[in-house]
């Protein structure tokens, strides 16, 4: 058998479920698109914090110190790239605070549950399966909660330029002419020295180009010598871009929308709600059946087991719904974009170079940094190479930034997954990079013909 036929059969299965979702709704032959919304309901309120509940908080020993290496590893990978799109698109490019979230939003937003946790277990095995759930930590408490602040700062500040343009309309500059005019009128050369200096104000304000205020004035320090003469260093420019980029605002009205809607998100209750009951070890000690029959929990709590039952009912139906519903999410885009590759080929290649090149190859230096090794580092590369989840375009239609960008590394980025895991496997093992010990083979069982 091909060494990765369990990888192949993984995502084809996920391929044909999506494809089984895009033909449901596609001329309203099974569903409607607002039917289509029970379904997204049922996963994010339901199913997933059930997956995320049962893999955090009752299969999940967070004692284990690889166990926080995995997290700060993906924390570490998500707050340089942060930093890179801020240098980027901020300083370089000139971009919007909400152009630098959307990019950081589509190269890191991982499907890390969603995908992670079917390939895994078909790439490593069931017993690195959760791993998935365990690299969702930090999308969920930390890039999560910055990404809708950072969002909300851009609003706020697209609200202030259009606001700020009426008032500039209304009081433009009085000519040069009339100005001088008045002034000869009231008083000779008194009125010729004012009116010269009123043109040479007036001059020098048109010398300086025309920047809305975005920013708060106190967070970015007037020019002075060679930068108000125009003479500015490069170091001065990106200083000042990246200050510009960095300027924090949001009315008191954004900061309880945004708190309404991080409290009213059931996946962070359910990491909330995961790691009580793993840091407490009532998870993994009482409600945790374990392996059976291999190895069973001594101290399973059998009266307790509905609990487990209950959430692993749920758990199991995530995949499947999840890619069912993510499925009618490629009509949905295409309706509000019909060019799946809306970037263009060239910027496409680009990002798809970022995604599925540079963000795993960052990841491996991350696995070095914080001491991750063997398995548990290979899951967290064959992680980071996984496509942006499609809940990237939603959020940028939210906001109304970055749709091209997210349309195109969702549609490249699941398009490519199989390649680009059997790609990182086969560099990782030609390598020896993070190699995992060989699974003891069992005897292959007798096969017995069927009679009919």
Same mark, same amino acid.
């Given at each position: 058998?091909?060494?990765?036929q ?41 199913t ?10 009752l299969?999940?020993?967070?004692y284990?110190?690889?166990?926080w290496?995995?997290?700060g590893a993906f924390?570490m990978?998500r ?8 240098l980027?698109?901020?300083?370089l490019?000139?971009?919007?605070l909400?152009?630098?979230?959307a ?7 991982i499907?890390t549950?969603?995908l992670g ?7 490593l ?5 959760n ?13 999560? *909660? ?6 909300e ?11 700020a ?19 000869r ?23 300086? *180009?025309?920047?809305?205020s ?7 320090p007037? *020019? ?7 003479r ?7 200083r ?12 008191r ?30 998870g ?16 399973y ?8 039952l209950l ?9 499947p719904v ?11 885009m ?27 190859a ?6 070095f ?17 996984? *496509? ?33 895991t ?27 013909a069927?009679?009919?």
């Open positions: 058998m091909w060494e990765f369990d990888v192949l059969n993984q995502d084809l299965a996920i391929l044909l479920v999506m494809a089984a979702g895009a033909l449901s709704v596609w001329r309203t032959l099974v569903f409607r698109q607002d039917d289509m919304r029970i379904f997204n309901v049922f996963l994010f309120k339901f997933l914090p059930a997956s995320v509940i049962l893999g955090l908080g299969k999940t020993d967070l284990k110190a690889d166990i290496r995995f997290v924390l990978m707050g340089i790239m942060l930093a890179a799109c801020a980027v698109f901020g300083g490019l000139r971009r919007s909400g152009e630098v979230t990019n950081w939003l589509s190269t890191t937003w499907s549950v969603i946790t079917p390939l895994l277990r078909a790439l095995g069931p017993q690195y399966a791993l998935g759930v365990v690299a969702g930590i930090s999308s969920f408490i930390f890039q999560l *909660p910055l990404m809708l602040i950072l969002f700062v851009h609003t706020w500040r697209q609200q202030t330029i259009h606001g343009l009426p008032e500039q309309q209304q009081a433009p500059p009085q000519p040069q002419g009339q100005d001088s005019a008045a002034e009128r009231r008083g000779g050369d008194d009125g010729s020295q004012r009116a010269g200096d009123g043109s040479k104000r007036l001059a020098a304000a048109k010398q300086q *180009p025309t920047v809305l975005v920013v708060d004035a106190s967070s970015v007037p *020019p002075r010598g060679a930068a108000a003469a125009g500015s260093s490069l170091g001065d420019m990106m000042q871009r990246l200050l510009g980029c960095m300027g924090w605002h949001m009315t009205k954004q900061g309880q929308r945004l708190g309404l809607r991080l409290v009213m998100n059931h996946v962070l209750w359910g990491v909330g709600l995961g790691l009580v009951l793993s840091l407490s070890t009532l993994p000690r009482y409600l945790n059946p374990g392996t059976l029959p291999a190895q069973p929990n001594c101290t709590a059998v009266g307790a087991g509905f609990i487990f959430l692993e009912y749920f758990a199991r139906c995530t995949e999840a890619f069912f519903a993510t499925g009618k999410q490629p009509v949905r295409w309706m509000v974009r019909p060019r799946p590759i809306a970037t263009g080929w060239l910027r496409a290649a680009a990002y798809m170079a970022v995604k599925l090149v540079l963000v795993p960052l990841m491996v230096g991350c696995c940094a914080v001491g991750l090794e063997g398995a548990n580092a290979r899951a967290a590369v064959l992680v980071a190479t996984l *496509p942006v989840s499609a809940a990237a375009f939603a959020l940028s239609k939210t906001y109304s930034v970055g749709e091209d960008v997210a349309v195109t590394n969702v549609f490249l980025g699941n398009l490519l997954v199989l390649p680009t059997i790609a990182w496997l086969e560099f990782m093992d030609g390598i020896g990079l993070f190699m995992v010990a060989p699974k003891a083979t069992a005897p292959a069982p007798t096969c017995v069927w009679d009919a």
